[in-house]
């Protein structure tokens, strides 16, 4: 299986500064997708010490033992530990944290783990399914009923996250295998894309060419169009 692939990241139409971060390996093993908070320099310190943090694990343990499932949240609990040893050095950005969402190709089958609202999609065909589950306080709300889908992207609670990494009390990283085929699109996104454009619009902007980085494109204009209002960073891997 051959993996195209290309990313874009873009600070929208209101904020001066990029606190999203992402990074892809140039030999397609992995992809990383993270959404900074907590001040101008907290949230992109944030960001950057996750994609960097989770690179170097990765790359340094690719051929350990490990399983896939192991070795990706491992990395994910390395970022955290990391984030918070600089807090500790570092009490002006001692609020900060990062969403993150990673997928990795490595053996007969491809892995993903995240934590917060950044997401992970597959688009096969012209469906688009929302693979990860938010760790916010209105997707528990609409889990349970509480409120709809359309009730949610309104929500005055919406941006409240009950997961991030950098905090002392994270006790669980979300990770799970990913059924994928020939002709599937991931897109790895930070919530800048998805707080703009729905599913179906998604879904149209991605499949709108076949070059990625058009496809790329299209996905970061279309959201600001819509007002642009965070940052917008995407990840699109194509299996080929």
Same mark, same amino acid.
């Given at each position: 299986m051959k993996l195209n692939f290309t990313g874009l990241s873009d600070p929208g139409l209101i904020r001066s500064n990029n606190q999203d971060d992402y990074y892809i390996d140039p030999d397609g093993r992995f992809f990383i997708v993270a959404d900074g908070m907590g001040g101008h320099a907290g949230g992109e310190q944030a960001s950057r010490i996750a994609t960097s943090e989770i690179k170097a694990y990765l790359t340094s343990n690719w051929d350990s033992p490990k399983s896939s499932a192991e070795l990706i949240e491992q990395a994910l609990? @390395?970022?955290n530990e990391a984030i918070l040893h600089d807090q500790r050095n570092h009490p002006e950005r001692a609020d900060m944290g990062t969403t993150v969402v990673v997928v990795i190709f490595r053996g007969e089958e491809p892995w993903c783990a995240h934590i917060g609202d950044s997401r992970l999609y597959r688009l096969r065909e012209t469906q688009l399914e929302q693979v990860t589950e938010d760790h916010t306080w209105v997707a528990r709300a609409i889990k349970i009923g509480d409120i709809t889908s359309e009730e949610a992207r309104v929500h005055p609670f919406r941006h409240v996250l009950s997961r991030c990494?950098?905090? @002392?009390d994270l006790h669980q990283v979300d990770v799970q295998p990913l059924n994928v085929k020939v002709g599937d699109r991931l897109l790895l996104c930070s919530d800048g894309l998805t707080e703009e454009l729905a599913d179906q619009n998604i879904a149209d902007n991605l499949q709108v060419t076949h070059l990625l980085e058009k496809s790329a494109l299209s996905l970061v204009e279309a959201a600001k169009e819509q007002g642009g209002?965070?940052? #917008?960073?995407?990840? #699109?891997?194509?299996?080929e």
């Open positions: 609990w @390395e970022a990494l950098g905090r @002392e209002h965070d940052n #917008i960073t995407v990840v #699109i891997v194509a299996l």
